[in-house]
């Protein structure tokens, strides 16, 4: 589901940046519209004033109806006459106006004109909304993103950190069972050659780990552990934390590749990079849910959604390793710090995730 809601928020932003691109006008068609305005506003201002004055002297019966309709027609006219020609002394500003939009049109390079661009990949959907994507390479140094992960989460124990697939485990691993996106800025360390750039963003990640067969979680006498279902036929149970956390990164571009802009060379972020990302992240738990559902003689289906109070850390801190080409991104996450304390009587305790952006939405 919220992988849903994720997508229909993404086209219903690219949808919205492109009806905006629709209302930028060329400068110079905004001056002179507003130059037109301004005389036409000047003139019928001083009209007014001139019929004022013909309204004036027929209250007081200084002209008959005739002449106050005769003079107000030669007013009018006069306006007009005076309108017209100094909106044509304008035209020449509208006609170059024209020639430069025509020439924009036909001759402009592509990565210059104000875009929204989407694509689908091996990695999922990718976006760039309402991107100015100017000549000058500098301005691609430069990013706010959305992504957004799916992860494969899986519990070791602090002597094999990378036992991801510890058969030991008090639960299943599975390829798919988690999610995480986050709002980042990215920018360059050090000059605009440099291969490094660092990431800052704020986000959520959505853990979940399923017991194994016949088996869910039970929070009894202050402690936390994984038992069989005594209570029916189970179908299905996961238990679910959910974090807001910091993540930040620094990306090494493997492959650099470089362009001249005004005499000065640039890093062109435009090209597909080779890059490896290494950082690290911090989490604070805002929620810990256990979900069971099962059949009894008495009900086909009952659900239970029971707030886990104990057993669960309320901080993590871990670092990430990950590999990308273009926008195919791949990464390993590891909990420096146990998800399970001291209450929780569970065999692994430290969550391991392996990944990939599905979701890349660049602003």
């Given amino acids: 589901m919220r992988t849903k809601l994720i997508l229909m928020a993404a086209v219903m932003a690219f949808t919205y940046g492109a009806a905006q691109e629709k209302q930028n006008v060329n400068p110079q068609i905004k001056i002179y519209s507003k130059k037109i305005d301004s005389i036409v506003v ?13 309204d004036k002297d027929f209250k007081d019966k200084k002209i008959t109806s005739e002449e106050k309709q005769k003079q107000r027609t030669e007013i009018a006219s006069k306006y007009q006459q005076t309108i017209n020609e100094k909106v044509d002394a304008q035209q020449s500003e509208l006609q170059s106006a024209t020639k430069e939009m025509v020439k924009n049109a036909v001759f402009m390079d592509r990565d210059s004109i ?171 738990k805002i929620g810990s849910v256990n979900y069971i559902k099962y059949s009894n003689e008495n009900s086909r289906r009952i659900v239970e959604r029971e707030r886990i109070m104990q057993g669960v850390n309320d901080f993590i801190i871990g670092g990430k390793f990950g590999i990308s080409y273009g926008s195919l991104k791949v990464f390993v996450q590891k909990d420096f710090t146990p998800v399970f304390n001291d209450s929780a009587l569970l065999k692994n305790k430290y969550g391991v995730q392996i990944g990939i952006e599905f979701v890349n939405i660049i602003f």
């Fill in 114 to 284: 104000h875009k929204n661009e989407m694509w689908v990949g091996l990695n999922g959907l990718n976006m760039k909304l309402g991107q100015r994507r100017k000549t000058n390479p500098m301005h691609s140094l430069k990013t706010v993103e959305l992504s957004v992960s799916m992860m494969g989460t899986g519990l070791t124990s602090k002597n094999q950190p990378f036992n991801f697939y510890d058969k030991n485990s008090d639960t299943r691993n599975t390829i798919i069972n988690s999610s995480q996106m986050a709002l980042r800025y990215e920018g360059q360390v050090g000059g605009f050659k440099s291969p490094v750039f660092y990431r800052v963003g704020l986000g959520m990640r959505f853990d979940q780990y399923v017991p194994k067969y016949g088996k869910v979680f039970k929070q009894e006498d202050n402690n936390l552990f994984v038992d069989d279902f005594d209570r029916g036929n189970l179908k299905k149970t996961q238990f679910n934390n959910t974090y807001l956390y910091v993540p930040v990164d620094l990306r090494f571009v493997l492959n650099p590749k470089y362009v001249e802009y005004n005499g000065v060379e640039y890093l062109d972020n435009k090209k597909k990079q080779l890059s490896l990302v290494m950082g690290v992240y911090g989490g604070v």
């Fill in 42 to 54: 000047s003139e019928k201002s001083k009209m007014n004033a001139e019929l004022d004055m013909i």
